[in-house]
């Protein structure tokens, strides 16, 4: 490649001769041949591959100053650069929308859930609830009241308090005291039952 050549190309290409510009796209095409031959961008194919490299080095002509006299290693390098980018976002881009990465949304999630859900799981599930209404029958109005608002609706016990009039120290007694019997009144093979 003729350096002196190219320099006075990229001369005329700034001031928008046609000509110059085929002329500087001949002088850099085996170049930019041969790194779309050696390249493999997924998502990309190899004319698509040319392009970028074209478009980078029209992008080094008008941002050129011609007084540093090293275009063919600015526009070597910036076309270099410009598939390594490209092959670094291909594979970013893999890495989080690839064949590998299983996206669930709420309707594919439902679907893997329910499909999960064994026979034994659902009877264990209805002994669990039952044994926890049980338990809970057993239990004074007042108490269940709290249950109901403190477990069930997700209020605070602070909130209770303030409800129900009853002061907190009280409220914090009563959870204690009914986790308590819970828990003792509960027989559940190895397993724990949590209401907070």
């Known amino acids: ?115 999960m859900n064994f026979v034994e799981d659902i009877i264990y599930q209805k002994q669990v609830k039952s044994q926890i209404n049980s338990v809970i029958n057993t239990l004074t109005e007042e108490e269940k009241d709290l249950v109901k608002y403190i477990f069930y609706k997700g209020y605070s016990m602070k909130k209770y308090s303030d409800f129900s009039k009853i002061p907190y120290y009280k409220v914090f007694e009563m959870k204690t005291s009914i986790l308590a019997k819970l828990k003792s009144d509960l027989k559940i093979d190895k397993q724990c039952v949590f209401l907070n």
């Open 1 to 115: 490649m003729n350096y002196k050549y190219v320099e006075n190309l990229v001369l005329l290409c700034k001031s928008d001769n046609e000509a110059a510009k085929e002329n500087l796209i001949s002088e850099f095409d085996p170049l930019i041949l041969n790194l779309c031959k050696k390249s493999f961008v997924s998502g990309y194919e190899f004319e698509d591959i040319k392009n970028e490299c074209y478009k980078a080095l029209f992008n080094c002509i008008k941002l050129y100053e011609p007084n540093k006299h090293r275009f063919v290693a600015y526009a070597t390098n910036a076309i270099q650069n410009s598939v390594k980018c490209l092959i670094r976002k291909s594979v970013r881009r893999q890495q989080t929308d690839g064949s590998k990465v299983v996206t669930f949304d709420a309707t594919l999630e439902s679907v893997t859930c329910y499909d």
